[in-house]
T-cell receptor, first 116, second 112 residues
Framework: DTEVTQTPKHLVMGMTNKKSLKCEQH?????MYWYKQKAKKPPELMFV???????INESVPSRFSPECPNSSLLNLHLHALQPEDSALYLC???????????????FGAGTRLSVL | DAKTTQPPSMDCAEGRAANLPCNHS???????VYWYRQIHSQGPQYIIH???NNETNEMASLIITEDRKSSTLILPHATLRDTAVYYC?????????????FGTGTRLTIIP
């Protein structure tokens, strides 16, 4: 099973709302990732968690707050977003991080977020 | 980060081999080349990866030049379901962390 499950599939929120995106995998992977993808653009890395610890933050604004409560779950908490944050948010997982690792990332189908 | 260059779009007739080129002239000796594809409204899907040698799996073949500055992804018998954006990516190592930095990709259209 190489499935990464993201919920919800679609989300509409106002600029004052607080919402969360959820990502789950049961492949025993210890690295998990959040990407943002604008329309007709490639995915851009936001955060990387390795063994439940944040290892990479690509200078993402603080209105995006990631959380990794355990090795199977990854959340992205959203607060005070702007309309330009509307995008497809993708979660991925891989076996591990580190040089030489067979770091195949498996992606979920994404959450399509609209900020009004 | 090692940068990749791909043609923005390509067409291929159904049943023919699709050959997708990628230039990665700044690649370092220990950096892998990965190929992913993204079918409309889905998450990216891993296809194949390689370091120096040519690789083949059930989906595709990867041909890497001897100097490692370019590679070609080959889909041997393209079907309509292979219509997608194909990304060539060089995996970057930095202080024990790894990143996949997606380029702009090639939009492959399979023509019936």
């Amino acid at each position: 099973d190489t499935e990464v499950t993201q919920t919800p599939k679609h989300l509409v929120m106002g600029m004052t709302n607080k919402k969360s995106l959820k990502c789950e995998q049961h492949m025993g992977h210890r690295a998990m990732y959040w990407y943002k993808q604008k329309a007709k653009k490639p995915p851009e890395l936001m955060f990387v968690y390795s063994y439940e610890k944040l290892s990479i933050n690509e200078s993402v604004p603080s209105r995006f707050s990631p959380e990794c409560p355990n090795s199977s779950l990854l959340n992205l908490h959203l607060h005070a977003l702007q309309p330009e944050d509307s995008a497809l948010y993708l979660c991925a997982s891989s076996q591990t991080q580190g040089a030489g690792a067979k770091n195949i990332q498996y992606f979920g189908a994404g959450t399509r977020l609209s900020v009004l | 980060d090692a940068k990749t260059t791909q043609p923005p779009s390509m067409d291929c007739a159904e049943g023919r081999a699709a050959n997708l080129p990628c230039n990665h002239s700044t690649i370092s000796g220990n950096e892998y080349v990965y190929w992913y594809r993204q079918i409309h409204s889905q998450g990216p899907q891993y296809i194949i990866h390689g370091l120096k040698n040519n690789e083949t799996n059930e989906m595709a073949s990867l041909i890497i030049t001897e100097d490692r500055k370019s590679s070609t992804l080959i889909l041997p018998h393209a079907t309509l379901r292979d219509t997608a954006v194909y990304y060539c990516i060089v995996r970057v190592h930095s202080f024990g962390n790894e990143k996949l930095t997606f380029g702009t990709g090639t939009r492959l259209t399979i023509i019936p």
